[in-house]
């Protein structure tokens, strides 16, 4: 039997812990990554979190593979990850990806409207 989408998610959030806008604000203030993976149509609409690295969905696993030519600089797998894209599920699906790769925190902030809701800095 195939696979949903729901059911992906739902394990990816078994092992990817969501936090709020706010414990996402403090962990940032701490050195924790925020990474948006939105694609980059969502991102002109909206501007993106201060500071955030934008990597797409379809892009996190080559850009957090530490030994690919293809690495973030900003990744290192003892560095918490605060991913987040509109509403939880991609950020999910890239967290459980991540938590794989080795990445030790890794966690879900949900969507971005959820930082926003919480006053959270906005660059465009």
Request: with cysteine.
């Amino acid at each position: 039997m195939p696979v949903t989408y729901k059911a992906l998610v739902d394990a990816a959030n078994a092992v990817v812990p969501k936090i709020s806008a706010q414990e996402a604000m403090e962990l940032a203030a701490k050195g924790a990554l925020i990474v948006d993976v939105r694609d980059s149509a969502e991102l002109a609409q909206t501007g993106k979190i201060a500071g955030a690295v934008h990597i797409p969905r379809g892009s996190i696993e080559m850009k957090a593979d530490l030994t690919a030519p293809s690495a973030d600089p900003h990744f290192a797998h003892d560095r918490p990850v605060i991913l987040h894209c509109a509403g939880g599920g991609r950020a999910a699906l890239a967290g459980k990806a991540l938590k794989e790769m080795g990445y030790e925190t890794v966690y879900n902030l949900g969507g971005f409207k959820d930082w926003v809701a919480a006053g959270g800095k906005v660059e465009k």
